[in-house]
C-alpha cells in the first residue's frame, strides 16, 4: 500500500513525532511511507527513519487551496492509494485532495483534546483518549478508533541514540555507544553539577494546553529549589516562547543562578532524556520520557500534574507537585521530602528510583 502522512507542523511536537514513528514503523511492515509537510526540525529524524519527504507550499489560510493541488499532485505522481492528515488543518486538506482523484481514500488522526466538529462524520477518525471516543461515537461518528500516544522504544531508546551535540545543532550519523550519550555530556554543556536534580520537559512551547503547565512547573522548581538542588530543563520552542523566558529571567535573576535552562528545539532529545532524573512530560513527551526508563509525570493544561498510574496519587495543581526522581541521589538529601521508595517503579536497567515531592506554597 502507498500512504502519504501529513503533520500538521514538522517542529518539535508530540502528534507529529508520533505520525512520523508510526509511518516508519508501517514501512518496516513492507508499505511505502510518504511524509508530507512544511520544513522542521523532524524532517531529518523523517529521513533518518527511511521515509521520503515532500516539502509543502506555505498554507495561508486553512484549509488551503495550494496545499490541496501539491497534495493531488503528490497522489498522481507517486499513486497514492491513502492520505492521512494530523490534526484538522490536514485532515481537511487530506479530504480534498482525496475526492479528486477516484481510488484514493481520507483518514485523519486527531490528537488535541477535542476534535473539531467540522471534520466530516464520514471520514475515519483516530483519537488519543477513550473519553475522546466516546464522545465523538455518542455524537454520531461513524467510525472512530482509540490509540492512545505510542511510543517507539527501540527507535527512542539511548542504546540507539547517535551522536548529538547537546545544543540545538544537528545530530552526526556516527553512532556511538550508550555510555557515550547516557546524559553526562549533556548536562556538562548546560551547567548541571553532578548533584543537581534534572527536571527535563520536552514540549512544544504552545499556548494552548502546554503553557500553564509550563509556567506552573517553573514556578514549583523556584519553590523546590530552597530545599534541593532541583534544575528545571525545557527543551522546545513555539509562539509562547517569549512569555516562558520572560519567567525564566525573572526566576534566574532573583536566584542569582540557573534554575530554569531553557536549551531551545533539540534536533535530537534523546540526550536529555538520557541526562534527566525525571522527565516532565506532556502526552507521548512524557511517555518517551517512560521509554528510556525515567520516573514520568504528566503534566497539562490548567496547570495540573498526574502519576504515571491512576492509581498512584490524585491529580493536583502542579505549583503544589513536583516530582523528583534519582537512584544516585536517594539517601543522600534528607528532611521532610525525602522519602525511601516510591510510590510507583519502573522496570530497566536502574537499581531504583528515589522521588520526593513538595509542597509549594
Not at 172 to 187: H, I, K, L, N, P
Amino acid at each position: 500500500m502507498r500512504i502519504l502522512i501529513y503533520p500538521h507542523d514538522l517542529g518539535l511536537g508530540g502528534s507529529q513525532l508520533n505520525a512520523i514513528e508510526l509511518g516508519a514503523a508501517v514501512q518496516a511492515l513492507g508499505h511505502d511511507v510518504v511524509l508530507f509537510g512544511q520544513p522542521g526540525a523532524l524532517v531529518r529524524h523523517a529521513t533518518e527513519l527511511g521515509l521520503d519527504y515532500v516539502e509543502a507550499p506555505l498554507p495561508g489560510k486553512r484549509p488551503s487551496p495550494r496545499v490541496v493541488r501539491a497534495l493531488a499532485k503528490t497522489v498522481r505522481e507517486r499513486r497514492i492509494e491513502v492520505l492521512h492528515g494530523y490534526e484538522w488543518p490536514p485532515a481537511l486538506e487530506c479530504l480534498a485532495a482525496a475526492r479528486l482523484i477516484p481510488g484514493t481514500t481520507a483518514m485523519s488522526t486527531v490528537m488535541s483534546m477535542a476534535v473539531a466538529p467540522f471534520i466530516p462524520y464520514t471520514m475515519p477518525l483516530v483519537v488519543g483518549t477513550e473519553q475522546i471516543r466516546q464522545v465523538e461515537t455518542d455524537a454520531g461518528r461513524r467510525r472512530v478508533a482509540l490509540m492512545e500516544p505510542p511510543v517507539d522504544t527501540s527507535v527512542n531508546s539511548v542504546a540507539t541514540v547517535s551522536a548529538a551535540t547537546v545544543s540545538s545543532a544537528t545530530v552526526s550519523s556516527a553512532t556511538v555507544s550508550a555510555a557515550a550519550v547516557s546524559g553526562g555530556t549533556f548536562r556538562s554543556h548546560w551547567g548541571l553539577g553532578d548533584d543537581a536534580l534534572a527536571v527535563v520537559c520536552v514540549t512544544r512551547l504552545a499556548q494552548e494546553l502546554k503553557l500553564e503547565g509550563i509556567l506552573a512547573a517553573m514556578e514549583s522548581v523556584r519553590a523546590l529549589s530552597r530545599e534541593w538542588p532541583v534544575r528545571l530543563i525545557i527543551a522546545g520552542s513555539g509562539p509562547a516562547a517569549e512569555t516562558v523566558h520572560h519567567l525564566a529571567r525573572r526566576i534566574n535573576d532573583d536566584a542569582g543562578r540557573r534554575l530554569v535552562i531553557l536549551t531551545g528545539e533539540l534536533a535530537d532529545p534523546r540526550p536529555a532524556y538520557a541526562a534527566a532524573d525525571v522527565v516532565l512530560g506532556m502526552g507521548g513527551f512524557g511517555a518517551a520520557g517512560a521509554g528510556v526508563w525515567k520516573a514520568a509525570g504528566s503534566a497539562g493544561g490548567a496547570g495540573l500534574l498526574g502519576a504515571p498510574h491512576p492509581g498512584d496519587i490524585a491529580d493536583v495543581p502542579l505549583a503544589r507537585l513536583v516530582w523528583l526522581g534519582s537512584g544516585h541521589h536517594r539517601g543522600r538529601h534528607s528532611g521532610p521530602y525525602g522519602c525511601s521508595g516510591p510510590p510507583f517503579r519502573r522496570p530497566g536497567p536502574a537499581t531504583g528510583v528515589g522521588v520526593a515531592w513538595a509542597e509549594c506554597g
